[in-house]
């Protein structure tokens, strides 16, 4: 297994901060998140682009991700307005193309709250209205669409197991996989060897932290209640290989002391 730092916990740094920190201490990539001051969509261009595979060269370091936010505002994947819609779907495309030129395989998505007093059946066309112009987009270009499950506290659409499976169905693309966020079957009380016997090879990316079961808060490994352990038996068993992704967007005071610490406990998981 290979490991990356998720550059959202040094939300308050450039890329080249992020780059340095993940080569000094032995991360095998960086996810790099599509925000500001780092790499929002539409800032991009291809001077900033090359700056990426400039990095990538001198720290010997991969891009496995690149994750535009989505879960909050102006942009939502779940969104009933019409209008919200399409300019998600332009954002999300510019993305996909910023993937491309930067080297990433994957662009990591992720469906907001579609709002109280809304129709669960309406709510997930909508979805599926912006994921097929995503869908179409990316296998032009070449990329491959990862969708995260995320909390119910953080969105009333693509939440459980059972939604991604209907999702991946419906859109019926080699270019949509999946992945596992360890937070969110903690907190939803599913089983994590469901989501290997019901994706299959479309389980394709892990973000690995613990959790406190019982909210989205992501914290360091073996600080919470996930037994780290066995979580990491139970992936090897299912002959997981891929990336596992450090995600601990709530550490961006002391970002480079989790960065740090963090590395160490997942080598040691894996080596164990």
Known sequence: MKVALLSLSFRRYHLDKIFE???YFGYDGVEIWGGRPQAYPYDMDEARCAHVLELKEKYNLE???????VLGYPYNISTPDKKEREETIDYLKK???VAKAIGAPRVQLACGHAGYQTNRKQNYQNVLTV??????????VGVDLIMEAVTLMESNTIIFLDDLVELLDDLGSSHVKT???????????EVFGDYFEKLGDK???IHFIDSDGVSPTHMPVGSGIIPME?????LKKYGYDGWLSSELVSYAS??????AREIKSIRKLIEG
């Open 95 to 97: 993305a996909i193309d």
């Open 203 to 205: 389980m394709d990316y």
């Open 131 to 140: 994921m097929r112009a995503l869908t179409e987009h990316a296998e032009k």
């Open 254 to 259: 002391e970002p480079e002391l989790s960065a």
């Open 179 to 189: 992945m596992i966020d360890t937070v969110t079957p903690m907190v939803h009380k």
């Open 230 to 234: 066995a979580l990491m038996a139970v």
């Open 21 to 23: 920190v993940a080569g």
């Open 63 to 69: 891009v496995p991700m690149y994750t535009p936010e």
